[in-house]
């Protein structure tokens, strides 16, 4: 069963066991300790293992002082004008601990040894189209991503998720073979904050290798900016070879890791933050 979100005050978070974590995804900055004091209580009483938050600068310090600790940083994250900071709080030691820290480093460092080798534009093979997807889409994304990840922190194998997310604020986008979806991604825009999630990459297995994720994201990123977006980043696996690379060869900047943060492909996973202004 999925994790639930749900608002406390203003503030959205998502919790549940799946994650086996809180996560303030959104927060509204007017009562910023008692939020933190309702997030430890239900930590408390589901026995969570992780609190993770996307917060603004300027309540940083008020988080270290309830024992978070900042695990990334983007700079300009809202609006262009002030930091975002990606911080954690544990109540498990186990849950911090980098077990796959060589593994990550080592593909870190290929990322910014690819970095230097920029490609600018990324074009689709003949044979292969793209467009913004559509709500009569959503049987086939959905049966995409079912195919694709065992575990997601979030529903996105289920249409009628799909379809309120279009409702809300994510934008798809797919190239199909015929008329067989083949390759997907979601842009999640916080106009408020003028910043966007690059996330919910998917591409079969049989036709990885062609640049889809790429070219998937250079379609994302012109969106975004049309719409006024000034800042896109991404939560991306740590142990994915193929999408930090992705990321850092379209000029994407590391922010930070997350520790065993995200219940995803089976397992529960560290996630790499990357991030580019538009």
Not at 16 to 38: A, C, Q, T, W
Not at 193 to 199: F, G, I, K, W
Request: proline fraction near 3%; charge should be neutral.
């Amino acid at each position: 069963m999925s994790d639930v979100i749900v608002k406390i005050g203003n503030s959205v978070i998502q919790h549940g066991e799946h994650n086996d974590r809180i996560y303030l995804m959104k927060l509204f900055s007017d009562n910023v300790p008692e939020l933190l004091v309702e997030l430890n209580l239900l930590a408390y009483k589901h026995k969570y293992t992780k609190i993770f938050a996307k917060i603004p600068y300027n309540v940083k310090e008020l988080l270290i002082n309830y024992g978070y600790t900042t695990e990334a940083c983007v700079p300009g994250f809202f609006s262009g004008e002030e930091a975002g900071f990606f911080m954690s709080k544990y109540f498990y030691s186990e849950r911090k601990n980098n077990k796959n820290k060589e593994e990550i480093s080592n593909i870190l460092k290929a990322c910014f040894e690819k970095a230097k080798k920029l490609e600018s534009i990324f074009a689709l093979k003949e044979g292969f189209y793209f467009r913004l997807t559509n709500i009569e889409d959503v049987y086939q994304m959905a049966d995409l991503y079912k195919k694709i990840f065992k575990t997601y922190p979030f529903p996105i194998n289920d249409p009628d998720y799909l379809k309120q997310t279009m409702d809300e604020n994510t934008d798809y986008f797919g190239i199909w073979q015929n008329n067989n979806l083949i390759a997907l991604s979601s842009l999640e825009k916080d106009l408020d904050s003028q910043n966007s999630e690059m996330t919910d990459f998917a591409v079969l297995p049989e036709y990885r290798g062609n640049g889809f994720a790429a070219f998937l994201l250079q379609e994302m990123e012109k969106s975004a900016k049309i719409q006024g977006i000034k800042i896109s980043y991404t939560i991306a696996r740590a142990l994915s070879f193929g999408m930090n690379i992705c990321f850092a060869k379209s000029r994407y900047s590391f922010a930070g890791t997350l520790l065993n943060n995200t219940n995803i492909c089976g397992n529960l996973e560290s996630m790499n933050v990357w991030y580019k202004y538009l």
